[in-house]
């Protein structure tokens, strides 16, 4: 349903007066005062977001952002795309001479808080949101709402919602193309046990190749792990622990992919020569192991600057916001952790 907005600036007395109450009791249930009854604050605050209310506080020209995280901003599994995508967020906001807030939704915000009305009284202009969760559909409500908003690394069908996205598909059926051509045909999967658009087109890429080549899918040979380090050194166990262990491995992200390297050194398996691994990689991480890894890669320093630059080029120019959607690609890397397949598979018994 389309929301009733007024012609004219609503204020908090036409607020108290369409709901019947005290222009105090609008302003402490805007601000979530405990002396304020949840039914009365739902009231208001549903009322403020119908007729555009903004607290005179939100009326001010912010020159602050937020990054915006359904949950926890920092966790191990989300690897070392983070820091890489701030990176490029802190160098993206210092054109309009913009500040970034961090938000983790979960925490902060009130179930009767419309998103706008949470995001002005962080005092931030306008969002980029990490969706992290596949179900996750905060990005479209916000959208929704018309608060300023930007996706990133991930896509929508959303018509409202911006989004910067890299496209990895191509590059991961190239990859596995890659090991099928040195002679590889018993070649594993290490994949994100949460399987979000990035993911799923890594491994729809690496269906892709095999489908085409003509090598049956083996279940046995996608393994589902967390993007960490364990994630990785586990997967090669259980991977050389099968009674007809692979030749080769895919692993769809940087951490899994320096895990399992790690573990084969600790196991004592020679890479490439007893076992290729290819990899994926948003920054350097391919730098830091031995030998170097051969990577499906996306640069999500730039993504995290492209994505800041519109916000706050937007935000500054005020108006209309327009529609911004980037479909970025990765790049193929060959490198040192690649070869022929030796004449028998490494495998190795559980520890």
């Not at 359904?70 to 802190?90: C, H, K, Q, W």
């Not at 559909?137 to 608060?147: L, N, S, V």
């Amino acid at each position: 349903m389309a929301k009733n907005r007024t012609t004219k600036a609503t204020t908090a007395r036409k607020l108290a007066s369409e709901l019947g109450i005290s222009v105090a009791t609008v302003s402490r249930a805007l601000n979530s005062h405990p002396d304020v009854s949840p039914e009365t604050r739902s009231r208001v605050v549903q009322m403020a977001d119908n007729l555009g209310y903004m607290p005179r506080v939100g009326r001010r020209r912010t020159n602050v952002i937020g990054l915006v995280y359904p949950t926890d901003p920092v966790r191990a599994d989300y690897g070392n795309f983070e820091s890489a995508m701030l990176a490029g967020i802190l160098d993206g906001v210092n054109e309009q001479r913009y500040d970034v807030t961090i938000i983790n939704v979960q925490r902060d915000k009130d179930p009767a808080d419309s998103y706008s009305q949470f995001f002005r009284a962080k005092g931030v202009g306008g969002v980029i949101v990490r969706r992290i969760h596949p179900s996750s559909r905060m990005a479209e409500e916000i959208a929704d709402e018309g608060f300023p908003c930007m996706l990133i690394a991930d896509r929508s069908d959303h018509p409202k919602l911006n989004y910067i996205y890299t496209d990895s598909l191509e590059d991961s059926k190239r990859a596995v193309e890659h090991l099928i051509h040195l002679g590889h045909r018993r070649i594993a999967l290490g994949v994100h046990n949460v399987i979000d658009s990035d993911h799923r087109d890594r491994r729809n890429g690496y269906v892709k190749a095999l489908e085409e080549a003509g090598i049956e899918l083996d279940p046995a040979l996608l393994i589902q792990s967390p993007a960490s380090m364990a994630g990785g050194a586990s997967s090669i166990d259980r991977l050389l622990s099968l009674p007809n262990p692979p030749t080769a491995v895919y692993f769809t992200d940087p951490q899994t992919t320096v895990g399992a390297m790690h573990r084969c050194l600790v196991r004592g398996i020679s890479v490439p020569r007893e076992l290729s691994i290819v990899g994926f990689d948003d920054g350097d991480a391919r730098a830091q192991t031995f030998p170097r890894y051969t990577a499906v890669c996306q640069d999500a320093r730039q993504m995290g600057l492209e994505a800041s630059r519109w916000l706050t080029r937007v935000l500054a120019a005020g108006g209309e916001i327009p529609s911004y959607r980037e479909h970025r690609y990765t790049t193929w890397s060959v490198s040192e952790s690649t070869a022929m397949p030796a004449s028998r598979a490494p495998s190795v018994g559980a520890e």
